[in-house]
């Protein structure tokens, strides 16, 4: 199965600041990768997909990058909105495999 | 609207059974394959099970192979995952979720499974 790391685990930002998310594969994924964002007591929400593809109805400050094994979600401006937790998903070969999550806080 | 709605979640203890439902409504339940991830208290996600459109195919995380089992029923656009043998470490959130355009683009809102004596 292919590992999902994310770093940090745990992320405290101000109001505005860019804020990056890493998420590392154990082997080659192309660029088929996905982000979630899942806010306290709710189902996780697709934000990315394809590494890059914004979900429809996401804000266009959120942002993906990456290909082969390194990836990132970028937020330009942190809102009070987007304290949440964030998970990766390989979405390249069965079994799809998620991260562990970073949990992003307002400082 | 896509609405995915679990239930049947609850209490049970070690070694019996449980069976989840999932029922779909928003979109052509009978043209996609559906899903059931989960999420132990405090954890990450972990996809446990898929099964195809039509049933022709199904495939579990080893995790739950053996112990799980993924159907449906297009005619009431509804998914189901029946438990058994349940331990302790299947306690979980359960989540059905489906791919339409975008991975998992869709979720339930989730039923708590609790394994306990």
């Known amino acids: 199965d292919i590992q999902m790391t994310q770093s940090p685990s745990f992320l405290s930002a101000s109001v505005g600041d860019r804020v990056t998310l890493s998420c590392k594969a154990s082997?080659?994924?192309?660029?088929?990768l996905a982000w979630y964002q899942q806010k306290l007591g709710e189902a996780p929400k697709l934000l990315i997909y394809?590494?890059?593809s914004l979900q429809t109805g996401i804000p266009s400050r959120f942002s993906g990058s990456g290909s082969g094994t390194d990836f990132t979600l970028t937020i330009s401006s942190l809102q009070p909105e987007d304290v949440a937790t964030y998970f990766c998903?390989?979405?390249?070969?069965?079994?799809?495999?998620f991260g562990s999550g970073t949990k992003l806080e307002i400082k | 609207e896509v609405q995915l709605v679990e239930s049947g979640g609850g209490l049970v203890k070690p070694g019996s059974s449980l069976k989840l439902s999932c029922v779909a409504s928003?979109?052509?339940?009978?043209?996609?394959?559906m899903h059931w991830i989960r999420q132990a208290p405090k954890k990450g996600l972990e996809w446990i099970a898929l099964?195809?459109?039509?049933?022709?195919?199904?495939y579990y995380a080893d995790s739950v192979k053996g112990r799980f089992t993924i159907s449906r029923d297009n005619s009431k656009n509804t998914l189901y995952l029946e438990m058994n043998s349940l331990r302790s470490e299947d306690t979980a959130m359960y989540y059905c979720?489906?791919?339409?355009?975008?991975?998992?683009?869709?979720w339930g809102q989730g039923v708590m499974v609790t394994v306990s004596s």
């Open positions: 082997q080659n994924i192309n660029k088929y």
């Open positions: 979720a489906v791919t339409t355009e975008a991975p998992f683009d869709y």
């Open positions: 928003g979109f052509t339940f009978s043209s996609y394959g």
């Open positions: 998903l390989q979405h390249n070969s069965w079994p799809l495999t």
């Open positions: 099964i195809y459109y039509d049933s022709s195919n199904k």
């Open positions: 394809n590494a890059n």
